[in-house]
């Protein structure tokens, strides 16, 4: 009896994409074998008195990937399965989503094993202060700033400075994504998603047709999806589908996007909104339409389901929404993928952004803040459809050859090989 290959995991996954791209640049074999591994690994046994006075001891950690280009810098996850060998593919992806938007950060991502939808806000103040205070002698405003991620927010990282700040002193800069009141940057909340509805534009243009012209499913009605149908339905395009973890709503002739955040607001959920029909989160990624966007978890387009897929492209809002094995097929059928360091990179940006006007003391408009996102945005995502034109790649592989150049060559000059 024959047993199927194991999947490979998270970590692998990326690794795999690093290792081809090496092949195909010659990349020295030091540098690679760098790479394939964090420069830190961080675990912290996080014990919190929760509400009922019973002790729960949580797992969290911190994972440093590379900081050849700068300071590190990623989120910072609250979700039952943010386990080690996840956290430490998300650094390794923000080491190159930095570099591939020319910030000068290097990659790290931080986690805790938790479900904060089961937790009141006192259990996760307290989470998210023990947390910070074991991770706190490797994070610093030139070392490593955190930011929001799947499971915080905002209010999080408030919470993540003011602990800092107890033992180190104030330093508004050591977080992202923190309230506007307490020095957060103007257009945070809705950068990730403006910058894949931006992507969405841009490969529109493209393919010289109008947003007006185009059916998107969102997989994923969190901030990252719930902006970009937002900032999509306002440049034209007709969101068809969305869904969250408790269900999906379709509607072929488009949904408005007003009412069901409103439906949103009150029921906690996209399902059960009436100007639409049900649909299961599995059925909505097999829905016909022009784009599909996966902005929830990882790994939920694979080598089993990506037949089925019938969107004309995938654009990438969740963090390695596809598999290798999911990859192949959709470049098989000719389904190109729009990869996640470029569409989901307008979060980092304006945390780049966030961090620079902490560094300076001083803010800047949103309408500044916009118009810089779109710039590099746009300058991105056409240096690389150059680049997968010249070299006759995948937009994954021109994305990973540009940003491994980068990172390779701020290796080499700094002498770390």
């Known amino acids: 009896m024959t047993t199927a290959p194991a999947s490979p995991s998270p970590s692998e996954s990326v690794l795999q994409s690093v290792y081809e791209s090496a092949g195909r640049l010659n990349t020295s074999p030091e540098v690679i074998d760098l790479l394939s591994s964090s420069w830190r690994e961080v675990r912290a046994q996080i014990p919190v008195r929760m509400d009922n006075r019973k002790l729960q001891i949580f797992e969290g950690y911190r994972v440093q990937h590379n900081g050849a280009r700068g300071p590190y810098k990623g989120g910072v996850r609250f979700h039952p399965k943010a386990d080690l060998d996840e956290v430490r593919a998300l650094a390794m992806l923000m080491t190159y989503k930095c570099a591939l938007m020319d910030l000068p950060f290097g990659g790290a991502k931080g986690g805790v094993m938790c479900d904060p939808t089961r937790m009141s806000e006192t259990e996760l103040n307290r989470l998210t202060r023990a947390y910070t205070q074991h991770i706190g002698m490797v994070l610093g405003i030139a070392r490593d700033i955190p930011a929001p991620d799947m499971g915080t927010n905002a209010q999080t990282m408030a919470w993540m400075m003011d602990a800092y700040g107890q033992r180190y002193g104030y330093t508004p800069g050591i977080v992202t994504g923190k309230p506007v009141e307490l020095g957060g940057s103007f257009g945070r909340d809705q950068a990730t998603g403006r910058g894949v509805a931006t992507c969405m534009r841009e490969y529109a243009a493209l393919e010289s047709t109008n947003p007006r012209d185009l059916r998107v499913v969102v997989q994923g009605y969190g901030n990252v999806g719930s902006w970009t149908a937002r900032v999509a339905h306002e440049m034209g395009f007709t969101i068809i589908g969305v869904s969250d973890i408790k269900g999906g709503v379709f509607n072929k002739d488009g949904i408005d996007i007003a009412a069901l955040d409103r439906w949103f607001g009150v029921a906690g959920s996209v399902a059960g909104f009436d100007a639409a029909e049900p649909v299961t989160n599995e059925d909505l990624l097999e829905l ?130």
């Open 288 to 417: 016909e339409c022009d784009y599909l966007v996966p902005a929830a978890l990882g790994e939920v387009i694979t080598g089993e389901n990506a037949p089925n897929i019938r969107a004309r492209a995938v654009i990438e809002a969740a963090n390695h929404p596809v598999t290798p094995s999911g990859d192949e097929v959709l470049a098989k059928r000719g389904i190109p993928v729009l990869p996640d360091v470029l569409v989901n990179a307008g979060g980092v940006t304006v945390s780049y952004f966030e961090w620079t006007q902490n560094i300076q003391q001083f803010r800047w408009p949103l309408e500044t803040v916009l118009a810089e996102l779109e710039k590099r945005m746009v300058a991105t995502f056409r240096d690389l459809m150059a680049r997968s034109a010249k070299d006759g790649t995948t937009l994954r592989q021109a994305a990973f050859d540009i940003s491994l150049e980068k990172v390779a060559r701020a290796i080499l000059l700094r002498g770390f090989v």
